[in-house]
Every structure is written in structure tokens, then in C-alpha cells.
């Protein structure tokens, strides 16, 4: 039974392979293929979720092992990377619960998505998309889990740009997948750490010996891997992006954002419970991120005015709900929490944009007549009683996306600026440019000059002339201070020295302002904290 | 170390040669053409050959090995040999070659043969430099390449800077030679030293040998830095890295695709820069990995800032040269098999991205960003590709890149652990330059009349892309494929650095 577990990602990414070979080459293409793209991406991921329910079955009658390894996927000295699955307990629980969510989804969008442009592009990425999302869930190691990972925030990124001709979508998805790009390089962090000190990226193992790490270690490889469960599940100081990610079509959302990719993180923690659990300090910052989230999507949630937010701000705090029940040790809770919000969450995103068919025709008038009624509004603020600044504050959602531009986007902008002048203007100066090879005479005046005969460039001079050790000794000191003299002082005040000093300190002053400027200062922290380690 | 039954490296070198005389002798331009398609593809079946003839098992150092003596009177032989290091660059050299002909099929107007010929001279020369054992046979190589890049940047180069562009290669090139020279000069008088000889009659220039002579410790790090210093100028590696913008903005696309292809300065720091002056190798394997950081983050950020393709992917090179130099200076198994494979890896990455900037430069006359926008809508298939190198240049799953930049980040982090914060840095803003531009480049709205009338990939384009796109995704789901054909040579590589009698002495005092 246990070697079904590489059909159920494989299957949705040999839908994808198809699908997208088919549609780049035009033998899938317009609206009389659509039926083909349905099929294939519809009965693929049906096959997957089968699939999982059976090995699900299994699991729960004894016939699996827990773990079925298909072979190497990398070899390099001790790093020995395998494809191998967990074929048992939380893991394919999961695994059946997303693929069966998939599949709905999948279904939901062969009708929704019709007639749309890009049609055959949404079920290749969705398909894609479910293929990740399996790997994630069910890979042995943490590489596999790490590529489920990656390529999901890919098709995320994908997704969020649906709609490319619109520039705001592409800016949207592209600030969405760079930021979820640094919670990849903490996860790849935190692999790496395992590896340096367990030795193994395999779950099991890592897990397994967890024991035998020091706290400080443990804290290590925990806070690494939280960090990149805060960066997939939005949580602080994340959340931003979950918002700007409402971009692509509803039943995107739906999986990405409500039922399935976000909730990577809170699995990622519940996988690595045992780290959590040889680090106290982890699971301390676990839970107060997760508590802050919690208190801050539910106030910002408070004043969105469009459903898509408003669900989106709920997500982020329940998410944020999950990461305090791990990081207070009631993982059981957290896991069933997890598949509850996902399903529940999923119906809601599916069925939002039929929200104002659903709903009696009169609502609109009549909340609106509420709303507008003066005595009403105030009684609102009344009960809720809340001061104003967190109504502005919920309003603005907390300026995080203008604390992240004014932290990190803009200093390294600006760094990158300052770096590409410095590249342009000085090094390629100093290494660059080709220079004329002839030494050419300055001045009409200077070539009169020679002419005449003065010798205005002949250094010997002949006035100090001895014999013997000590007079050449003198001769030869004398020669070179008068170098010097002439060089240097004589001529360097005659023409434009004051100037070059001049200019000099004004470069130096222009230097020291802009290195005194804080992102040079944090910078000089960084590499100074760098260079102590 | 026996001679092979039959000179197959020495044909591998020759026959591009050949190709590009009887290109150069033909009259007709279009029989030219096909005769340099020809060359190109027997010579890429050759290198297939040289590969099946390779055996990946240990104990076998350098193989295929043709010696013939040159001059005599210095001791300077015609050496040739593979091992697990150079043996995948020659196909993956070959099949560069032959997609910048292919890419360059219509787009070379006047002077079409000579074009044609240079280029097959240039993949000849590139070829004999991977293959060559002999110290000066392999700067003859080294300094070849220059004439047929100083004609091909020079002649058809497409900025209107082309000519101080060439000279500025040539000039940057001829730098780095003269340590190269240098250090060889030393490493060949140092073996007549310890043998006991005269200078002229018992200097050595082979590599094998001078593996086996042993270097004094004061010559030690004067020849790793003369070497580091003549291969740093073509790798490159800040602050030698100017020419490339420059080459990437003049020079022809085909050419810029084989310059930032092929990072032969990395492949001579592998080579030679480090088994030949071991000690001080490892004793500065420090600096090493600091320069190679600095190049990552600082030609990262200023890819960041640039509005140009083809400026953009020069500095992208630069960076991800900057990786590798990271990966070389950790000295680990996964630090030396990730840099080949990363390596490897460009030349299909970088040189089809530079491929498809031509096609957009020979379509529209320009890469700079203000003149693009949109492209998505107008050429779907060339902006796919794009899409994948891009993402294969970024890392992403799936792709070649990302086994390589696994490898190398998890060896920085057994070795130098604050380097690999400087590498996971450079992972990221990879991602931020690479989709900013595609964001203002290829999304959006289509704002330029003339994008609108553009064409997307011709059936060759489309064919050539393919290739590429298929030998990427192939390496990304099977990397074992490269790494147990460099194995047993990197084992070997990094034993010969690791367990020298000096060091052991040196820690046991410690």
C-alpha cells in the first residue's frame, strides 16, 4: 500500500506537464479545448484524492509502514538526499484532506473559470499547484518539503499575477513572492542547520535525535523553521502579503489562501514538535507571534469593506490562533483546528462572489439605511468602544507595508543605488576605460617653452655632484628631496593644489555624511555581527 | 596514464578548427552556413563520444590522455587529458556553440563566413582550454580565446561602443595573462629546483607533474595569489567584473551568451589555482569565500538598480560567479560538486537567457526596459522560456539551479556559516532583480506600438529554446546524473587539498 504515496503528488504533475507542454506547442488551445485542460486537471487531482482516501484507509487498518523510500535524489558525501514519503498518522491525514479540497476546487473552477482568458493557464498552475502542495505534505525529508514549498509560493506567485496586463496584480505578486522568499531562505537555513549538526534531512531522523541536540542548537533549527512558517502562514510581520495576494481569481484564493497554502506553516510546526519541544525559547516566540497575529487580524479584519479582505484578515487570525496553540503545546488541538479552518474557510472563500445573489435583495438598502442612520452609528460606536486611533490604526492595517518600505525596501534600494554609481562611475573609472596612450603636451605655452629650451622637465640636476660612499650617499639624497620638493611642493601649491585639497575634503565630507546615513550604519552592524561570528 | 588508440581530444579540438576553415573557404554564404551547422553538430556527437568514453570510476585520474612532445628543449608537451571536472564542459560548450549559431542564423548580415568561422575557432580554443594538462599549452589556449572575441565584439557588435568594448576586453584579458604567465614561469622553475636540475633543460610545465612537485611555503602563496589574480579578471570577480557589463552591452548576443556561458575563470581557479599552491589554497580559502560573498550581494544589488536585459544578466552572472567562488572556497565535497554543477548549469541558464535577449534586441532594437513592457501578451511561448531560465537562474525547484544552489549554500554552511547568511541574501535578491525587471518588461500593458506588431519564436528559436529548456529540467529532477561523473575527481580534487603532510604537521603544533 505504501508505494501509492508517489502516485498522489505525481499524478496532478503529469496533469500539469501535460497541460502546459500542450498549450505552449498550441495543441491545447481556446474555448473548444477547454473541455480537454477540464478533464485532464479534474481527473488527475479525483485520482490523487482517491488515492490519499485510500491510503488513508490503509493507515487506519495497520497495512502501512509509515514510511516508504523510492530512492536517491542527490548524493554528495554524507549529504544524501532520497525521495522518500511519510505514509502514515497526521501527515496523510493531511494529505487526504487537501486533495480532496483540491479536487473540489478543481471542479468549482471548470465552470467558474470558463470563457476566461488564460484558461488553460489556471489549471496547468492549479494543477501544479496540487502536485506541490501533496509533495509538501507527504515528502519523508525536509529537501522534498522544501521543493513543495518553493514551487507552491511559485504558483501562488503565478496566480497573484493572473491577470498580467495589470500592473498592480504583477507588483502584487511579485512583493508576495519575494517576501515569501526570505521565510524559504530561513527554511533552507534551518535544513542546512539539521544537516550540520544531525547529519540527516529526513524528518524521521531529525526528529528521532532531536534529543541529543543542545538547547541552543535545538533553538537554532526551531527558530529557523519558525520563521519560515510565519512568512508562509502571514503571520507577524508577514501578514501584508496575504492581503495583496487577493489579486488572482476567487477559486485560487479559495485553496491558496483559504484552505490549503497557508495553512504549510502550522503543519511545518506540527511535523517538528519535537524540536519545539527541546526549545522553550522557539516555542515562546511561536506563540507570541501567533497571539499577536491572532489580536491583529481581527482588528484589522474590523474594518475591511470588501468580503475577499475581510476573510483574509479572519484567515490571518486563525492562523495566528494555531501558532499559539503549538507554541502553548496543544498540538493535538492546533492539527484538528487546522483541518476545520480549512475546510470552513474554503466554503466561505468559494462562495463569495455569490455572496449578493445569496443574500435577500433588500440587504443592501437596509444595511445601508442602518448605516446611514445617525443614532445607529452612534450607538455602533458605542458598543464597540473603541478608542479612535485603532479604528485609523485597523484602517491603515498598522502601516506594516510602509514600515517594511521604509525598513527594508527603501534603504536597500537606495544601497543598491549608491552601489550601482560607485560601480559606474568609480570602479570602472579606476579599472576600465582604455586610456590614451601618448603623453600629451599640455599647453602651447609648455611646448614654446621646450622649445626655447628651458628644461622644464629634466630632472637631473647637475649642481650637486660628489665622490666617495658619503657623496654619493648625499648626491642621491639630495636628488631625491629635491624630487620631491620640486614635485610635490613646489609645483603642487604653483598649480592647483589647494583645489585638489579642496576638493579633497568636500569628497570626504560627501563621504562621511552618506556613510553616516542609517542603512550604511546597519549595514556596518551586519557585517561586524558577520565577521563575529 | 596510456596514451589512447585513438587521438579522440585531440579531434574534439581539431574539428571546429577544420569546420571554420572550410567555412572561411566556401563562397557561398548559405553552403557556409549549413557547413558550420555541420561542424558544430559533429563536434557536439564528438564531445557525446569523449563523455561515453569517460569512465567515472575512482581511481582513474586523467583520462583519454594524448602527450606529444612540443619543445623539447623546456619540457613543454602537447598534453591532453579529461577527468570528472572538464569532461561535461566540452558537450555543454559544444551545444552552446551550436545554439549562437543557430540563434545567429539570419542576424549576421554582412561578413557572414567570417562570423561563422570565428565563432567555430572560438569553440575549438574554448575546448582546447578544458582539455589541455600542459601549463603553456593551456595559456596558448587561455590567450587564443582573445583574437576571435576581440573580432566578434569588435565587428558585429551591436552597441555603438563596439570597438572600445573590444579593446577593453582585450586590455582586461591581457592583464590577467601576465600573472598566469608568471605564476606558471615560477611553478615550472620551482620543479627544477627541487629536482635538483638546471633551469631551462629540467623545468616542468606539465600538470600532472607539477601536482607532484611539492611547493615551498613561501612560493606557496604567491603563486595561489598570482593565479587567483589572472583567473579573478575573467571569472569575474568584483572589482575585475567591468568588462562584462560593457562586452553584455556591445557586444553581439550570441557572443555575450558564450562569454557568460562559459565561466572559464572559475573552471581555472578549480583546475589550477588551488591543487597547484595547496596549502596556501587552503590557508586563504577565507579570502577566497569573502570575495566571492562581496561579488555575490554587491553585483546583486546593483542588478537590482539596472534597467537594461542584457546589463541585468551580466550582473546576474557576476553574482552567481560569486556563488561559485563561495562553493570552490569551502572546501567540501558538496562546495566543489555544487560549483560544477552550478557551473555546468550557466552555461544553459545564462547563455539562453542572453539568447533570448537577442531575440528580443534583433525584433525591437532595444532590451531597455522603457522600450518593453507587455511582452507577455505579444510573444507568450518567448516569454514561457524566459520564465523558466529566469527561475532556473533564481533557484527555484524543479530547475538545474536549484541543486546546485542547494549544494553549494549547505556547504558554505558547514564551512564558513556567516558566508552562507551573505549566500541566502544573495538567494533573495536574486529573486527580487530577476522579477522586477520581468515585472516591468514582460507584464503590463502593452504601452509601445511596436511591440504589437512583434513576432513570437520562429520554429528554430522555438526548437533551440526547447533543448535547453529540456537539458534544465532534466538536470533539476535528476542532479545524481552530473554528480557521480564528477565524484571520484572531486573526491580526489579535495583530498589532494585536505591531507597534505605540511597541514597535519601544522595542527599537530597547533
Known amino acids: ?533 | 596514464m596510456s596514451n589512447a588508440s585513438f587521438p579522440v581530444l585531440s579531434l574534439v579540438i581539431l574539428l571546429p578548427l577544420l569546420g571554420a576553415i572550410a567555412v572561411a573557404v566556401t563562397r557561398n554564404v548559405r553552403l557556409a552556413k549549413n557547413i558550420a551547422l555541420l561542424f558544430a553538430t559533429l563536434e557536439l556527437i564528438a564531445t557525446g563520444v569523449v563523455v561515453q568514453l569517460f569512465n567515472a570510476n575512482p581511481g582513474n585520474n586523467f583520462q583519454l590522455v594524448e602527450r606529444y612532445p612540443w619543445m623539447p628543449s623546456l619540457n613543454i608537451e602537447y598534453l591532453l587529458g579529461v577527468d570528472g571536472i572538464s569532461v561535461l564542459f566540452l558537450p555543454m560548450s559544444a551545444l552552446l556553440t551550436l545554439m549562437a549559431i543557430i540563434a545567429s542564423w539570419n542576424s549576421v548580415q554582412y561578413l557572414t563566413r567570417f562570423h561563422f568561422a570565428l565563432l567555430l575557432v572560438l569553440e575549438g580554443i574554448t575546448i582546447g582550454v578544458f582539455l589541455a594538462l600542459d601549463m603553456a599549452l593551456f595559456f596558448l589556449f587561455w590567450e587564443l580565446t582573445l583574437p576571435p572575441i576581440f573580432f566578434l565584439i569588435g565587428l558585429w557588435g551591436i552597441g555603438s561602443g563596439r570597438r572600445s568594448a573590444a579593446i577593453k576586453y582585450t586590455l582586461f584579458m591581457l592583464f590577467g595573462g601576465v600573472p598566469l604567465l608568471f605564476a606558471t614561469l615560477i611553478l615550472a622553475a620551482n620543479h627544477a629546483t627541487v629536482t635538483g636540475g638546471s633551469i631551462p633543460q629540467d623545468m616542468a610545465f606539465s600538470l600532472p607533474v607539477l601536482l607532484e612537485t611539492p611547493l615551498p611555503d613561501n612560493l606557496q602563496a604567491l603563486v595561489f595569489l598570482l593565479l587567483l589574480l589572472g583567473f579573478a579578471v575573467k571569472a569575474p570577480l568584483v572589482p575585475f567584473h567591468t568588462w562584462l557589463p560593457t562586452v553584455a552591452m556591445e557586444g553581439p548576443a550570441q557572443l555575450t551568451a558564450v562569454l557568460t556561458g562559459l565561466k572559464l575563470g572559475a573552471f581555472g581557479i578549480i583546475r589550477f589555482a588551488m591543487p597547484l599552491a595547496p596549502s596556501a589554497a587552503v590557508e586563504y580559502s577565507w579570502v577566497l569565500g569573502i570575495l566571492g560573498a562581496i561579488t555575490l550581494v554587491y553585483s546583486a544589488l546593483i542588478a537590482l538598480q539596472q534597467t537594461n536585459l542584457r546589463r541585468l544578466l551580466a550582473y546576474a552572472s557576476i553574482s552567481h560567479v560569486g556563488l561559485v567562488i563561495v562553493g570552490i572556497a569551502s572546501l567540501n565535497m558538496q562546495g566543489i560538486q555544487g560549483a560544477i554543477f552550478q557551473l555546468l548549469n550557466f552555461t544553459m541558464v545564462a547563455g539562453s537567457l542572453m539568447l533570448v535577449a537577442g531575440f528580443i534586441q534583433h525584433r525591437l532594437g532595444s532590451t531597455e526596459v522603457i522600450h518593453l513592457g507587455g511582452l507577455a501578451k505579444v510573444m507568450p511561448r518567448l516569454t514561457c522560456f524566459y520564465f523558466l531560465f529566469a527561475l532556473a537562474s533564481i533557484g527555484v525547484p524543479g530547475t538545474s539551479g536549484f541543486p546546485a544552489e542547494l549544494l553549494l549554500i549547505v556547504s558554505t554552511m558547514l564551512a564558513h556559516p556567516s558566508i552562507s547568511i551573505a549566500a541566502l541574501i544573495g538567494a533573495i535578491l536574486s529573486a527580487a532583480y530577476m522579477l522586477s525587471f520581468t515585472r516591468r518588461a514582460f507584464f503590463g500593458p502593452v504601452t509601445q506600438i511596436g511591440i504589437k506588431q512583434m513576432q513570437d519564436l520562429r520554429p528554430r528559436e522555438l526548437t533551440l529554446l526547447c533543448v535547453s529548456a529540456l537539458l534544465i529540467l532534466g538536470f533539476g529532477f535528476f542532479p545524481n546524473s552530473v554528480l557521480k561523473i564528477n565524484k571520484a575527481t572531486a573526491e580526489a580534487w579535495l583530498s589532494r587539498l585536505m591531507d597534505q603532510p605540511v597541514l597535519v604537521s601544522k595542527a599537530k603544533q597547533g
Not at chain 1, 348 to 357: D, E, G, I, V
Request: hydrophobic share 50%; net charge neutral; proline share 3%.
Open chain 1, 1 to 533: 500500500m505504501d508505494a501509492l504515496v508517489i502516485l498522489i503528488p505525481l499524478m496532478p504533475l503529469a496533469a500539469a506537464a501535460a497541460i502546459g507542454m500542450g498549450h505552449l506547442f498550441g495543441v491545447i488551445s481556446g474555448e473548444t479545448d477547454e473541455s480537454i485542460t477540464a478533464d485532464i486537471a479534474g481527473w488527475t487531482i479525483s485520482m490523487s484524492s482517491l488515492l490519499a482516501l485510500t491510503l488513508l484507509g490503509a493507515g487506519l487498518l495497520g497495512k502501512n509502514t509509515g514510511f516508504y523510500t523510492v530512492g536517491h535524489w542527490l548524493n554528495s558525501d554524507t549529504l544524501d538526499i532520497q525521495i522518500n514519503f511519510i505514509t502514515g498518522g497526521f501527515n496523510v491525514r493531511l494529505a487526504a484532506l487537501f486533495s480532496v479540497l483540491l479536487a473540489i476546487v478543481t471542479h468549482f473552477s471548470v465552470n467558474y473559470m470558463h470563457r476566461e482568458a488564460g484558461y488553460h493557464r489556471f489549471f496547468f498552475i492549479l494543477s501544479l499547484f496540487s502536485s506541490a502542495m501533496l509533495l509538501l505534505v507527504l515528502s519523508g525529508n525536509a529537501v522534498g518539503t522544501f521543493i513543495g514549498w518553493e514551487v507552491a509560493g511559485l504558483c501562488s506567485y503565478f496566480l497573484i499575477a493572473y491577470a498580467y496586463d495589470r500592473p498592480v496584480a504583477v507588483a502584487n505578486a511579485t512583493r508576495v513572492f519575494v517576501t515569501n522568499r526570505i521565510g524559504d531562505a530561513a527554511f533552507v537555513l534551518g535544513a542546512g542547520l539539521s544537516y550540520a549538526w544531525l547529519d540527516s534531512v529526513n524528518w524521521s531522523n531529525i526528529n528521532a535525535v532531536s534529543a541529543q541536540l543542545t538547547p541552543g542548537q535545538a533553538t537554532g533549527i526551531a527558530l529557523c523553521f519558525a520563521v519560515a512558517a510565519f512568512a508562509k502562514s502571514a503571520q507577524l510581520p508577514f501578514t501584508p502579503w496575504l492581503a495583496r495576494a487577493m489579486e488572482g481569481p476567487t477559486p485560487s484564493s479559495a485553496v491558496f489562501y483559504g484552505a490549503v497554502m497557508v495553512h504549510a506553516g502550522v503543519y511545518l510546526l506540527i511535523l517538528l514538535r519535537p524540536i519545539f519541544e527541546h526549545a522553550p525559547l522557539a516555542m515562546a516566540v511561536v506563540a507570541i507571534v501567533g497571539l499577536m497575529t491572532a489580536v491583529y487580524g481581527f482588528v484589522v479584519g474590523l474594518t475591511q469593506t470588501d468580503v475577499k479582505s475581510s476573510l483574509i484578515f479572519a484567515t490571518s487570525g486563525q492562523l495566528g490562533l494555531m501558532f499559539l496553540e503549538c507554541g502553548l503545546g496543544f498540538w493535538q488541538l492546533a492539527g484538528w483546528h487546522l483541518c476545520a479552518h480549512a475546510v470552513v474557510r474554503g466554503y466561505q472563500f468559494l462562495t463569495a462572489p455569490s455572496l449578493m445573489h445569496n443574500v435577500p435583495s433588500n440587504y443592501i438598502e437596509t444595511s445601508r439605511r442602518k448605516v446611514s442612520a445617525p443614532a445607529h452609528a452612534h450607538r455602533l460606536r458605542r458598543v464597540g468602544d473603541v478608542p479612535a486611533w485603532i479604528y485609523v490604526a485597523s484602517l491603515q492595517r498598522f502601516w506594516l507595508d510602509q514600515i517594511t518600505d521604509w525598513a527594508l525596501v527603501k534603504p536597500v534600494r537606495g544601497l543598491a543605488h549608491d552601489l550601482s554609481y560607485f560601480d559606474d562611475h568609480i570602479v570602472d573609472r579606476i579599472m576600465g576605460i582604455p586610456a590614451p596612450a601618448i603623453r600629451t603636451i599640455s599647453s602651447l605655452a609648455q611646448m614654446e617653452e621646450q622649445m626655447v629650451g628651458a628644461q622644464l622637465d629634466n630632472d637631473s640636476d647637475t649642481f650637486a655632484q660628489g665622490s666617495g660612499l658619503a657623496g654619493k650617499l648625499t648626491e642621491w639624497m639630495a636628488a631625491v628631496l629635491h624630487w620631491f620638493e620640486d614635485r610635490f611642493v613646489l609645483r603642487g601649491i604653483g598649480k592647483n593644489a589647494i583645489n585638489y585639497g579642496r576638493e579633497l575634503g568636500h569628497i570626504a565630507n560627501k563621504f562621511e555624511q552618506s556613510v553616516l546615513r542609517p542603512r550604511y550604519l546597519v549595514l556596518f552592524v551586519f557585517i561586524t555581527l558577520l565577521v563575529a561570528f
